[in-house]
């Protein structure tokens, strides 16, 4: 519901006057009066007029369980706050943002007025009624983004009252905070032109739910590669499930023949080591050699959730076990599993960094739950981070070039905390991890917490700008991107890139200009030579998102790229070294999405089995007519009619649109009509007559695979 109502916030602001500046209301930590006696008031309690003088007062965050300004009385099922403030209404915008971190539900009333309700059951509540939903982990401090039409201010004195809701009688916290500013208006993009051959000149999807097929842009097309359950060409098997990491090493420096290894994310773990090579004839990539790599030797036991990894810049694999265990099965005194692993592509074998020649893994580097794994040009750095657990960053600083097997192992701790995901302070410190004996590597995650190092909540990727050599990592569990500069054992220009769960981006598409909600999930990351951040989305709507290297807050430049069959998430993208191809997996699809054609004009079949895709240029990948994985269609060939209508209305398209999805809106945000129609569709009847009868105006969102309108309905 928070990604729908700030669409129409969008459409609303894009519509409105330009405002030069945001101004601020009431910020983050403002004074709040609180009724925390966990007694029901009266319904007039929420006016405007209600006399608040006996409430105590206190600044923000305010609840109990959790760090808070504030303290609440510990158990209490709903506390009441309410905020007077003052506007002048000719510096209101048409919409304006209101932000409300919540633990657990809310209804938000405006002079007396209910304009926002989240996480709460529709109809009447009481002063028992539970929130919906419990709110747990980063959810707990993210600030959820709202919008409040001008229209519902007054001049001069106005009143915000919030009753905040429990989950439960036995709930462990309950906090909240909130701000109030005008909006920054969304300036169109202007269009990113390509005049070369590079993979990053395209014309961003249109923003889609999930289908069942996989969304690319008009400019490209793609190849499957293998897929769960083919044979191996050698030693026996099947490929195994869960495509991650999707590594291509070139041999000799070639853009047109190497090894593509492919991570499964299974257990025991997996890692398929495959042999490619491009044909300029055909213009297809072709699959010589297929095999498994071997993690059956004493010394190694096994691999567990082969997630995430990295290539060397001496040509390696490095494989990351994303679950950590306390068995030792073989008794070498390392715990079996939890570590960085080094494979030689060539032979589809772990690296033995041992004079007997036995295998081993990466010790030194520590035990986590691993996920990739980068190494400077130099080959004298490496950069991880842990999903999960402590959820820390960590620098390895090798001993000897192009040697992973000793180094200096250190913990990222920002000097000043993060508060709701942002960090507070811009500079950080490399604090030193004991890693040189097997006890200390035994015990990686406990220690670096000990020393002080920060949980970003969910690391899933580190990557090294090509362009400025910053360091860029992604938190999912906080869904942001941040970057800092490393300058030995400190780090400065500590920030957020990108992201946030509500930040909205506009961009140009075939249907126009379209803006999409980052939400959730952001995952993978990989730089291309240009240093365009590539940015692959586990959650949300599963996208591949593409950010330029001038982006900032203030003059966004992202687009997006793909969209994942239904159920799917897409994983490991790399490229060759002329950056032509790309290559990444596409993990656990629905058994129930669509056949499709790929570059080679052939029909393919990866229905409910994870598999890996290269893409390109059109001019690099087929020779075939133009290949599309959805049919189009333009947003002008869809109509809404009549309107304006007593109520009755028809949409109508040209070609079938597949798995519609409407939606209808008040003018302050509220949802009064949603459905979805499965199948497809050229014509839809609806009866809006209720609606209307309410609020003389609705916003109609129209969403289809690949396809999205928004039109404005106005009663007759």
């Not at 590669?225 to 499930?241: P, Q, R, S």
């Amino acid at each position: 519901m928070k990604t729908k109502l700030f669409s129409i916030a969008a459409l609303a602001f894009m519509m409105s006057t330009a405002f030069q500046a945001q101004t601020t209301i009431f910020g983050q930590g403002s004074s709040w009066k609180y009724n925390d006696n966990d007694v029901a008031l009266v319904s007039t309690w929420k006016d405007a007029n209600y006399d608040t003088s006996a409430w105590p007062s206190g600044n923000g965050p305010l609840g109990y369980g959790d760090p808070v300004t504030t303290s609440f009385v510990s158990g209490v099922d709903t506390a009441y706050l309410t905020k007077d403030f003052t506007v002048n209404l000719a510096d209101l915008t048409d919409t304006m943002e209101f932000g409300v971190r919540r633990d657990d539900g809310i209804i938000v009333y405006l002079n007396g007025q209910e304009v926002i309700r989240n996480n709460m059951p529709a109809g009447a509540v009481s002063h028992s009624t539970f929130s919906v939903d419990i709110i747990d982990g980063s959810a707990e401090t993210t600030f959820n983004v709202f919008s409040i039409l001008k229209n519902k201010f007054v001049q001069g004195n106005n009143r915000i009252s919030i009753e905040l809701h429990n989950r439960s009688a036995s709930s462990s916290d309950l906090t909240i905070d909130a701000y109030l500013k005008t909006v920054v208006p969304v300036v169109p993009p202007a269009p990113i032109t390509c005049t070369g051959t590079h993979i990053s000149c395209f014309t961003s999807i249109v923003p889609t739910s999930q289908t069942s097929k996989l969304i690319i842009p008009a400019e490209h097309r793609f190849q499957m590669i293998l897929k769960e359950g083919d044979a191996y060409t050698e030693g026996g098997g099947f490929v195994g499930g869960l495509n991650d990491f999707t590594g291509y090493v070139p041999k000799t420096a070639s853009s047109t023949n190497g090894y593509l290894s492919v991570n499964h994310e299974t257990n025991p773990g997996g890692v398929t080591m495959a042999e490619i090579n491009y044909n300029a004839t055909t213009k297809l990539w072709a699959l010589t050699k297929s095999r498994g790599v071997s993690f059956s030797a004493p010394s190694l036991v096994q691999t567990i959730r082969n997630c995430s990894g990295g290539v060397t810049p001496w040509r390696t694999i490095v494989t990351a076990e994303e679950s950590v265990t306390a068995n030792d099965t073989n008794a070498d005194g390392y715990k079996d599993y939890g570590w960085l692993v080094e494979i030689d592509p060539a032979t589809a074998q772990v690296i033995s960094h041992n004079p007997g020649g036995t295998k081993d893994k990466l010790w030194q580097m520590g035990i986590m739950n691993h996920e990739n794994v980068v190494v400077n040009n130099a080959g004298t750095i490496a950069y991880y981070g842990e999903d999960g657990g402590t959820n820390l960053v960590y620098k390895y600083v090798m001993d000897t070039p192009n040697n992973l097997t000793s180094g200096n192992l250190y913990v990222l701790h920002l000097d000043q905390p993060l508060s709701s995901g942002n960090p507070t302070g811009t500079t950080a410190t490399w604090v030193q991890v004991p890693n040189k004996v097997q006890a200390d590597q035994n015990n990686t995650q406990a220690l670096a917490l000990s020393l002080g190092g920060t949980a970003f909540n969910g690391v899933e990727d580190v990557e090294i700008s090509p362009l400025d050599g910053k360091i860029y990592f992604v938190a999912k569990g906080l869904n942001k991107v941040y970057r800092l500069q490393d300058n030995g054992m400190t780090a400065s220009q500590v920030e957020v890139f990108a992201g946030g769960a509500t930040t909205q981006y506009s961009f140009n598409t075939a249907q126009g200009i379209k803006t999409e909600t980052w939400g959730d999930g952001n995952d993978n990351l990989t730089f291309d030579e240009l240093g365009n951040l590539w940015v692959l989305q586990d959650g949300g709507k599963n996208y591949i998102w593409v950010i330029s290297p001038d982006h900032t807050a203030a003059n966004p430049k992202v687009r997006l790229f793909a969209s994942m069959p239904a159920g799917s998430e897409p994983t490991g993208l790399t490229f060759t070294p002329d950056h032509k191809f790309g290559f990444f997996s596409i993990q656990h699809p629905n058994s129930t999405i669509d056949t499709d054609i790929d570059a080679t004009g052939n029909v393919i079949d990866y229905k409910g089995k994870s598999a890996t895709m290269v893409v390109a240029l059109q001019q690099f990948l087929g020779t075939g007519a133009v290949l599309g994985t959805t049919e189009t269609v333009k947003e002008t060939e869809v109509t809404v009619s009549p309107n304006p209508t007593s109520g009755l209305v028809k949409i109508n398209s040209p070609k079938a649109l597949k798995n519609l999805e409407v939606t209808a809106y008040t003018m302050d945000g509220k949802i009064v009509y949603s459905k979805k129609f499965t199948g497809s569709s050229t014509t839809l009847d609806l009866d809006f007559t209720s609606q209307l009868q309410v609020s003389r105006v609705l916003m109609l969102n129209i969403e289809a695979e690949g396809f999205q309108k928004t039109v404005k309905i106005l009663k007759k």
